[in-house]
């Protein structure tokens, strides 16, 4: 059983990661107002993942016999100054997400909540996955610059990122109560 704090703070990152989907979303409306398409379905794929993070951690709560609870979600900005803006504004928010994590799993320690704490190792590795591939689309950004043909090339190149499930992340419960996986809904 989840204790009051704990809930409130998963239900405060919940929100941090709805506004993330929000976010990457407005990016890939951006990009594509740009005509940078696989800009913009990079950052598709990116607010996919995000929804995903958080319906994971409502899931939890609600599992762990708490209250999820949605919370109003911020307006993300609209457009940025240049493809490289876009990508560091990425950048430096999933650092700061990092940080966030990392106060959430102190709450789980302060309130002795071994479950809770276990729980969020997962979003511990995801932002270090989450981290690396910023890092790596903002280099590729950087080096190309003002170079239109090279940002060309970055653009393709991040349009080919495709949207993965997480192994253990169930998106329709109910089906698969029934015993109808989401591979069976798909034939
Ligand atoms: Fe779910 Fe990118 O933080």
Do not use: C
């Amino acid at each position: 059983m989840l204790s009051e704090q704990m809930n409130e703070a998963l239900n405060v990152q919940a929100n941090r990661e709805l506004y993330s989907s929000y976010l990457y979303l407005s990016m890939s409306y951006y990009f594509e107002s740009i005509r940078m398409l696989g800009f913009a379905s990079w950052m598709r794929v990116q607010a996919g993942e995000e929804l995903v993070h958080t319906m994971k951690m409502l899931d939890y709560v609600a599992s762990a016999g708490g209250r999820a609870k949605m919370l109003a979600v911020e307006a993300p900005q609209l457009s940025w100054a240049s493809p490289g803006a876009a990508f560091q504004h990425v950048w430096n928010h999933e650092r700061a997400v990092t940080g966030l994590i990392h106060a959430l799993v102190n709450v789980a320690i302060a309130e002795e909540d071994e479950a809770t704490k276990s729980f969020l190792q997962w979003y511990v590795d995801e932002q270090v996955e989450e981290e690396e591939s910023s890092d790596d689309v903002l280099n590729k950004v950087k080096a190309a610059g003002n170079d239109s043909a090279a940002l060309q090339a970055a653009d393709r190149e991040l349009g080919s990122r495709r949207f993965k499930f997480p192994r253990d992340f169930e998106i329709f419960p109910y089906a698969a109560l029934q015993g109808r996986t989401i591979g069976s809904l798909k034939k």
